[in-house]
């Protein structure tokens, strides 16, 4: 797999992760633990920007592996 | 009145008596635990089984004796809520047996209990050394209650300096098969919920016996069906090892990079990422 390729994946994985985490926030009926779900929710969500600018920079470099 | 219409009339007529002074007496009545609610627990029996079979008594007279006993408990109850003297004068106080892991025998003289008996109390509660006790003390019912030496109690998260995600009661949304509405609500969910959570496991709503949903909005099921092999998903386990899989991945991307920005920002997001894991690890145990 390239380089881009491998950043896509884990990007996708994130995205999952996000989309669970904010479905225990909804779910769970302990407001800490509700809580503690939506911060990492947006921790996640910072990480996952950085990776998106990432992804598009190795796609500016190798045109080819355009996903 | 022959003898058999005799019982027969008594028995319900008792049945529904001592029902009523019970539900009247409330938890407490049943739990015995006060020297009134003793007594009057055995009284009220055997008044009812010697009017019952006693074939000459005059039945309204035991009715009268249980309710002056049971009137007396509750009377009891009333003052004792109100009045601190009372309660110690009727209840008793408890009684310290042991103390700083010394027993103090002129307490056991005072309720005559012997060493042997103590340590028969003792052993109930599984303590075979009385070395092992730090406090015991006889309670007013007649039972010992233990604590044990610091270093001999069971181990808590607390001890360990443990962080546990908390947990609140769960809730039992399905019984024989039907939806219990009122619980469902209580649990913060609704029908939509239910059915998806249901073909999600992949059984009918006639099948399952009973279904609970824990503070996770996680539901487990048990189904008529012994043989039928349900899923047990655990998403939050599933979920800490996506994060620590990213986690991997971010720390992987940042050895391979040539680029010295790259670098950086992988390492940034890993830490960043480290940190959350650690932070969200309790609550992702199930």
């Known amino acids: 797999m390239t380089v881009a390729a491998n950043v896509n994946q884990c990007l996708s994985t994130l995205k999952g992760i996000e989309a669970q985490l904010s479905s225990f926030a909804i779910n769970s009926t302990v407001p800490e633990a509700s809580k503690i779900f939506h911060e990492t929710m947006m921790v996640i969500g910072e990480i996952k920007m950085d990776l998106e600018q990432r992804k598009i920079q190795l796609e500016k470099e ?6 | 009145m022959n003898d058999y219409t005799h019982i027969i009339v008594a028995s319900i007529l008792f049945v529904v008596t001592l029902f009523t002074i019970t539900k009247i007496g409330g938890k407490k009545q049943l739990s015995e635990l006060s020297f009134f609610e003793y007594v009057s627990g055995i009284t009220i029996g055997s008044i009812a089984g010697e009017v019952i079979m006693g074939l000459d ?21 009333l003052i004792g809520i109100k009045s601190k003297k009372f309660r110690d004068f009727f209840e008793g106080n408890a009684t310290v047996f042991i103390k700083e892991g010394k027993v103090l025998e002129e307490n056991l003289k005072k309720e005559k209990y012997t060493i042997d008996e103590l340590n028969s109390l003792l052993r109930q509660k599984n303590v075979f050394k009385t070395a092992d006790v730090e406090f ?12 044990l030496k610091k270093e001999l109690q069971p181990i808590t998260p607390k001890d360990l300096n443990m962080t546990v995600s908390p947990e609140k009661e769960a809730h039992t949304v399905i019984m024989d098969g039907n939806v219990l509405n009122d ?52 998403p939050r386990k599933l979920l800490l090892a996506m994060l620590n899989k990213c986690q991997a991945d971010l720390e992987l991307y940042a050895l391979e990079t040539v680029s010295d920005e790259a670098k950086q920002m992988y390492n940034k997001n890993a830490a960043k990422l480290q940190t959350a894991i650690k932070k969200i690890k309790p609550f992702l145990n199930e």
Do not use: C
């Open chain 2, 183 to 234: 619980q469902l609500t209580a649990a913060g969910k609704n029908r939509g919920w239910l059915d998806t959570e249901l073909s999600i496991l992949n059984v009918t709503l006639d099948n399952v016996f009973m279904a609970q949903v824990d503070s996770y909005g996680k539901l487990t099921i048990d189904t008529y069906d012994d043989q039928l092999q349900v899923p047990s998903p655990q």
């Open chain 2, 57 to 77: 008594g005059n039945l309204l007279h035991g009715v009268l004796a249980i309710m002056i006993f049971g009137s007396f408990t509750y009377l009891h109850d």
């Open chain 2, 136 to 147: 015991a003390v006889l309670e007013p019912k007649g039972d010992l209650s233990v604590l």
């Open chain 1, 62 to 67: 190798e045109p080819q592996y355009k996903g």
